[in-house]
T-cell receptor, first 113, second 111 residues
Framework: KAGVTQTPRYLIKTRGQQVTLSCSPISGHRSVSWYQQTPGQGLQFLFEYFSETQRNKGNFPGRFSGRQFSNSRSEMNVSTLELGDSALYLC????????????FGAGSRLTVL | GQNIDQPTEMTATEGAIVQINCTYQ??????LFWYQQHAGEAPTFLSY????GLEEKGRFSSFLSRSKGYSYLLLKELQMKDSASYLC????????????FGTGTRLTVIP
């Protein structure tokens, strides 16, 4: 079956702009999580969505937001981009409950100039 | 809060055995995961431990001691393709899928 699909794979923005990233989970997976990966900090949890509701949120500023649609696809948005937002943004899907295995997408690499 | 420590880099020889350690401090604990990430690729699941002891899966094994806040990943019969980053992650007891990751250990396998 198809894996987790993230678009776009690469993008370049300038400071102050906003960006929207998309994630299509594995069919049947209703939980979608987003992570930011940088060389210095590793993977950091942004938020998790299940049934169109944000279930958990990491320690990121309000400029980072997300949503989930009825078909479980998810988007995340970053507004007023800063240089420090340059990172690989990874989406992961899983079954909704318990300690389930996350299946990650290949990520969207954002560069902010 | 949570904190995870793992070595930044390790080098090992093809065919050998390597142990990657992970120590963690967490206010809640619902299991520990190991993921493998090749350069430029997505992390992929290797193992999950929630009870103390050793879990073996082929060439890879993972150990957990909850009382010591300690885990290790053991890779046997190393192959060149095992060169990758190995990520230790804790699942806080309050969360469902909000894993807390360490910064990862970059393993280089040399001939």
């Amino acid at each position: 079956k198809a894996g987790v699909t993230q678009t776009p794979r690469y993008l370049i923005k300038t400071r102050g702009q906003q960006v929207t990233l998309s994630c299509s989970p594995i069919s049947g997976h209703r939980s979608v999580s987003w992570y930011q990966q940088t060389p210095g900090q590793g993977l950091q949890f942004l938020f998790e969505y299940f049934s169109e509701t944000q279930r958990n949120k990491g320690n990121f500023p309000g400029r980072f937001s997300g949503r989930q649609f009825s078909n479980s696809r998810s988007e995340m948005n970053v507004s007023t981009l800063e240089l420090g937002d340059s990172a690989l943004y990874l989406c992961a899907s899983s079954l909704p409950s318990g300690a389930n295995v996350l299946t990650f997408g290949a990520g969207s690499r954002l560069t902010v100039l | 809060g949570q904190n995870i420590d793992q070595p930044t880099e390790m080098t090992a020889t093809e065919g050998a055995i390597v142990q990657i350690n992970c120590t963690y401090q967490t206010s809640g604990f619902n299991g520990l995961f190991w993921y493998q990430q090749h350069a430029g690729e997505a992390p992929t699941f290797l193992s999950y431990n929630v009870l103390d002891g050793l879990e073996e899966k082929g060439r890879f094994s993972s150990f957990l001691s909850r009382s010591k806040g300690y885990s290790y990943l053991l890779l046997k019969e190393l192959q060149m393709k095992d060169s990758a980053s190995y990520l230790c992650a804790v699942l806080p007891i309050t969360g469902a899928n909000n894993l807390f990751f360490g910064t990862g250990t970059r393993l280089t396998v040399i001939p």
